[in-house]
């Protein structure tokens, strides 16, 4: 009896103690919830590029808590090392580019080295490679039963200035590693995804007397003309399912935003104001956009129903909002945040809701311009300049995780991914 | 037996402690398969040179057919007194010409995407209403913004962003 006392009295003392280690886990889990992911490199050939695309891939997906060393070790191997059996995941990897690029990836647990996954992907060229990677990485994120982030695999079209003119427009993995002209020669500026599947895209051309749109098969080269229009034409938005555009046009010498049926060819004006209304992107379901407009006397943010008047101011903060985008009720926009003739100026990012609530910088420093939602709203993209040159980045809404790319390119005029 | 119940407590203790640990549970092996077909697929190159008009027409960077261009300030699309004088050169030319002017609005780069281009369009359409309240045929005009793409100057000083802030004219051939 006197043991069963001292037993329970030992439990009594133990049992908290390791519940209040739980609890104290369970707050460290809260802030940050990644998981710990090594990378093992298994190449003949290995590359610090190859590595740091993982590493940037299961950064920004916001799920994993990846492992800053570079790894080497045995494709093949189920062996861990000691040092990594404190990781969660292995990511065995081996890439191959004698022949076009093959790619094998294993991911095993890092406390015992049993197997949960292995896959091969292969392609006959060498320069998507950093696509095979996101692959990859996006696969195992699937595997683990995160939340999608097949993003990664996606294109990124922009358009650069080449010389005074003259632009081009150009396909990239998010990365920037991979990197296509795809459009040369003549002025052809905003590319705008037309599909989910990014099979095809538009584009404004200036080889015309006026600016024309041009809906361009990226697989065929099919190009098809959809409208032109006197002073400009931007597809600023295209509907979910494909079938209506919104576009900034200019028929009466005014900039205004109108909707266009792709199947009737018939177009609707959404704003008629005498200043400058552009930047139009639908929210709320399709029922409304977003837009940028100087009818306060200085460039902001408004919300308008496609099918009324019904207009209302949506960011009450900065004089010059002058860029913007929407996903959902999600609204980023960017703010010039001086006024310097002489270039220079600060802008930065701002997150906000459709209905005008909830407004949170993004980014406090440099000169952080054209934000873009991924496609499932998570990701926003932007260009950052400061003293160190430009970058591509990134920023995960729901983690927080930031990243940069070197962008070593030429001016860039327009995005879209 | 006490002892060997506490060592069993304890390790019980430490397996529930364990499970806080919510990493996902998966299936075993994923098969070994090749999948690389969405990412082959080729992607077309297409050159758009040529074409009658727009900014690659080599005539980008200032009025051409005896016009003058008309200078504006920083985020501005007002006429300054200063540019009267080019104004009235344009009338004249605008009114005795035969073939269709082509009014071009341009910027300075500091502005994105959209913005810039319906900011060059104000000042092309606050030339062509001068214009036309001075006697020259609206229908004869056309506005065309090229918004920050065609600067005349890419040096970093205040005197070649004032030269870019402009509308150029020409007549459309």
């Not at chain 2, 077909?37 to 008009?53: L, P, Q």
Request: aromatic residues 10%; charged residues 20%; contains cysteine.
């Amino acid at each position: 009896m006197p043991n069963i006392f001292k037993m329970l009295l030992v439990l009594s003392l133990l049992v908290p103690r390791l519940f209040a280690a739980d609890a104290k886990l369970k707050i460290e889990k809260d802030v940050d919830q990644r998981v710990r992911i090594a990378l093992v490199d298994g190449s003949a050939s290995q590359s610090s590029k190859v590595f740091d695309i993982f590493y940037s891939d299961l950064k920004i997906s916001g799920h994993f808590l990846a492992d800053t060393a570079h790894h080497k070790g045995d494709i093949a191997s189920n062996f861990i090392n000691p040092a990594l059996k404190s990781q969660e995941y292995i990511l065995l990897y081996s890439l191959n580019q004698q022949s076009g690029t093959q790619l094998k990836v294993r991911l095993l647990k890092g406390s015992d080295g049993s197997q949960l996954f292995e896959k091969s992907y292969a392609i006959p060229t060498a320069d998507k490679m950093p696509f095979l990677i996101h692959k990859a990485v996006s696969d195992i994120n699937d595997v683990l039963q995160y939340p999608d982030i097949s993003w990664l695999t996606r294109y990124v079209v922009y358009a650069v200035y080449a010389t005074p003119g003259k632009s081009e427009i150009r396909l990239a993995d998010y990365t920037f590693n991979y990197k296509k002209t795809i459009i040369r020669g003549g002025l052809n500026l905003f590319p705008k995804w037309a599909d989910k599947e990014q099979r095809a895209l538009y584009y404004t051309s200036y080889k015309g007397v006026l600016p024309t749109l041009y809906k361009l098969d990226i697989h065929t080269g099919a190009k098809q003309s959809i409208v032109s229009s006197d002073g400009m034409l931007v597809c600023s938005d295209v509907n979910n399912n494909g079938t209506k555009l919104l576009l900034t046009m200019a028929p009466d010498g005014q900039a205004d935003i109108f909707e266009y049926d792709l199947s009737s060819g018939s177009k609707k004006r959404v704003t008629d104001f005498q200043g400058i209304d552009v930047n139009g992107k639908y929210v709320d379901n399709e029922g409304s956009m977003v837009f940028v407009s100087n009818r306060l006397g200085y460039a902001n943010v408004f919300k308008k129903s496609i099918h009324s008047s019904s207009t209302s101011q949506v960011v009450h903060h900065g004089r010059n909002n002058n860029a913007c985008d929407a996903h959902g009720n999600k609204i980023v926009y960017s703010s010039r945040e001086s006024n310097n003739a002489s270039g220079g100026n600060a802008f930065n990012l701002y997150l906000a809701s459709s209905g005008g609530l909830d407004t949170r910088p993004l980014t406090t420093t440099g000169t952080n311009q054209f934000p873009r939602f991924s496609y499932d709203g998570a990701i926003i993209l932007y260009l950052k300049q400061s003293g160190r040159g430009s970058s591509i980045g990134y920023i995960n809404l729901a983690s927080q995780q930031s990243l940069l790319f070197p962008f070593n390119d030429r001016k860039i005029q327009s995005i879209d991914w | 037996m006490t002892q060997k119940l506490l060592i069993a407590a304890a390790v019980l203790s430490l397996l529930l402690s364990g499970c806080a640990q919510n990493a996902p549970e998966v299936e075993g092996s994923g098969s070994n398969i090749t999948d690389g077909s969405d990412i082959g697929g080729d992607t077309v190159s297409i050159d758009e040179s040529g074409g009658a008009n727009g900014g690659s027409s080599g005539n980008y960077n200032s009025s051409s057919d005896g016009f003058r261009s008309v200078y504006f300030g920083f985020g501005d699309y007002g006429i300054s007194s200063d540019m009267q004088s080019n104004m009235s050169t344009n009338v004249r030319v605008g009114s005795s010409a035969s073939a269709k002017i082509k009014i071009e609005g341009n910027c300075d780069e500091f502005g994105t995407d959209e913005y810039n281009y319906a900011l060059g369009l104000k000042r092309a359409k606050v030339v062509k209403d001068s214009l036309a309240a001075q006697g020259v045929s609206p229908s004869k005009m056309v506005l065309v913004s090229f918004g920050e793409s065609s600067p005349v100057c890419t040096e970093p000083t205040d005197s070649c962003y004032d030269r870019n802030r402009r509308v150029d004219l020409r007549l459309v051939r």
